[in-house]
């Protein structure tokens, strides 16, 4: 059966008489027909500020939107998230990560566990930065490096990124997410040994990603440092597994609990945050949980008209449904938030990429755009041409620290003007006439400006949001990164589908699992389809033929 986007089809009708009236008015023209447009358009929340005015929607369409927000039952949901109810339904798991900072009654069954694993956090931090706990030869640590991936990576490492102001800068902390062994030989490339402490971040241990490379990483500790104990010393691990940690030989002092209520993309609040509390102090760690949670008390509390996780929601399913925008992008003006679109990559595709509703039912229609983007100025020089002038309906959040951190000359007017710069310009555009009259009045003939002039007009109209800040501080990050959490669940509620599975990556990991022996078998692999089988014999031979010229080079080199 095909459900139609919102399962209620009146409302897609009226808020698909509201994209037509719309196409037909520019942005330009709804700011001068509405003084006040900015007045209502914004709102602050958690240290942020949401300027939305620059969209292509007004009162009566955000009308229609909220509408269609109270129907698909979101205030419902949302209450049943924040009551810790299993919303989880394929997985039959609660949804918790809010709990984590604090956004759940102090009596919650599981408050005491996180409670006691923050503890351990802040003892654990405070010994790794004090000098207190040391490595085998007793000298503290100055390398971290996390082993992880996906959300036991992506999280930690963007927020580390984002706060190198806070860091602490003889502490380096590093991150190993890939297979590919180059990842992790970089990374120990220059590593000492005995000042070196491993983290092993892993929701579920059995990863094999981040297994290959923890095993590789504690054979390295061993052998540089011939010490067996040297693991004991030098690995730390977070998981649901606690068993599976000691089994790999980790002691229970430096074993963290994670919980299977809180989702891998949703867990940098957890002890998985443990590589940014070691960079940037308990203290700091504990202000990043303070600025989620008052982001998930406006989330909860405030109406949805004045709800920013609600509205940016609200904007991105307007978009995708209504307007054909089947992909977002995040504009980062700050160099310190250059992963965050990586990280709301994770957060949005694998929640929302889906193709079933909450009942199974198959959907017609896609339920998340492709996220992507990356930090400005360096995009205006890359990828900004299409968002100008490609055929292609991109609508951007631009993410704007107004302090810098490195307060140096003009710099910060600049990254200020060109970020603002960006948002006006997609908005107002530049019309053949302007083209053509800028082009005459710079003294180009008629003819060669007539014809130059199409190149030069860009159509405008094209949409965006632009979250300030004062600063980038741990709370304010906490806040941004529950903010896009929030806007991701909302998404999903409109769209009636579990954000909290992720079913889309288990065939991958089984099919790369049945490949696995044919790489090493003698025989030619005809098991799969042509394309593989011969993917795969062609890396079986290139495999042989470089192991073999190796054993002729060391023969030679032995005579
Ligand atoms: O393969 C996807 C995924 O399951 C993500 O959801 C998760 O964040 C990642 O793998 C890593 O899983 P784990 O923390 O269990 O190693």
Not at 130 to 155: A, D
Not at 245 to 274: C, H, K, N
Not at 275 to 286: K, M, W
Request: net charge negative; charged share 20%; proline share 5%.
């Amino acid at each position: 059966m095909i459900v139609s986007p919102t399962d209620i089809p009146s409302q897609e009708k009226r808020l698909l008489v509201e994209q037509k009236r719309l196409s037909r008015i520019p942005m330009t023209t709804l700011f001068e027909e509405n003084p006040d447009r900015m007045e209502k358009m914004h709102i602050q929340a958690s240290g942020l500020d949401l300027d939305y005015a620059k969209n292509r929607i007004d009162p009566p369409a955000m009308a229609a939107l909220l509408q269609t927000a109270r129907a698909s039952g979101l205030e419902a949901r949302r209450d049943a998230l924040f009551r810790g109810e299993p919303i989880n339904t394929t997985e039959q798991r609660q949804v918790l990560h809010p709990l984590l900072r604090g956004a759940l009654p102090e009596q919650h069954a599981h408050r005491a566990q996180v409670d006691e694993t923050l503890a351990r956090i802040q003892q654990f931090v405070g010994d790794v930065r004090g000098g207190q706990l040391t490595g085998v030869t007793g000298k503290p640590f100055r390398t971290v490096i996390n082993i992880g991936i996906g959300g036991s990576h992506l999280g930690p490492a963007m927020a580390c990124r984002a706060l190198t102001p806070f860091a602490k800068r003889n502490l380096d902390v590093r991150f190993v997410s890939n297979v590919d062994a180059s990842d992790l030989s970089e990374k120990l490339r220059d590593a000492a040994p005995e000042t070196t402490l491993f983290i092993v971040a892993s929701k579920t241990f059995t990863t094999q990603e981040t297994l290959a490379n923890a095993r590789t990483a504690r054979n390295w500790m061993i052998e540089r440092t011939g010490r067996l104990d040297a693991v004991e010393r030098h690995f730390a691990a977070i998981s649901t597994a606690t068993d599976r940690i000691a089994e790999f030989g980790i002691q229970p002092a430096f074993t963290f609990p994670m919980w299977d209520w809180v989702g891998g993309r949703y867990s940098v609040w957890s002890a998985i945050g443990l590589p940014l509390a070691l960079s940037i102090g308990y203290d700091q760690f504990v202000e990043f949980h303070r600025g989620a949670a008052e982001m998930d008390q406006h989330f909860q509390q405030s109406p949805l008209e004045g709800n920013m996780p609600v509205v940016m929601a609200l904007l991105s399913f307007w978009y995708q449904q209504f307007w054909g925008a089947n992909t977002h992008a995040l504009l980062p003006y700050d160099h310190y938030l250059g992963d965050f679109p990586s990280y709301v990559q994770q957060l949005d595709m694998e929640s929302n990429g889906k193709s079933v509703s909450l009942q199974g039912e198959r959907l017609s229609h896609p339920t998340s755009p492709i996220i992507w983007g990356a930090e400005g100025t360096n995009g205006q020089h890359s990828f900004h041409q299409l968002l100008h002038q490609g055929n292609l309906l991109v609508p951007a959040d631009f993410i704007l620290p107004l302090h810098s951190h490195n307060p140096i000359s003009n710099h910060q007017d600049l990254l200020v003007a060109n970020c603002l710069g960006q948002s006006r310009a997609l908005m107002v555009g530049k019309s053949l006439e302007q083209a053509l009259t800028e082009l005459t009045e710079a003294g180009m003939d008629a003819d060669a400006a007539a014809a130059l002039a199409p190149h030069k007009a860009m159509p405008g109209n094209r949409p965006s949001n632009t979250l300030t800040m004062d600063a980038l501080t741990p709370a304010t990050l906490g806040a941004l990164i529950a903010l896009y959490e929030h806007k991701v669940f909302a998404v999903s509620v409109l769209r009636n589908i579990n954000a909290f599975d992720q079913w889309g990556v288990e065939l991958g990991k089984q099919i790369c699992n049945s490949l696995l022996p044919h790489l090493t078998d003698d025989a030619d692999c005809q098991a799969f389809d042509g394309s593989t089988n011969r993917l795969l014999n062609r890396y079986r031979t290139v495999k042989a033929e470089r192991a073999s010229q190796h054993t002729v080079a060391s023969h030679q080199k032995n005579n």
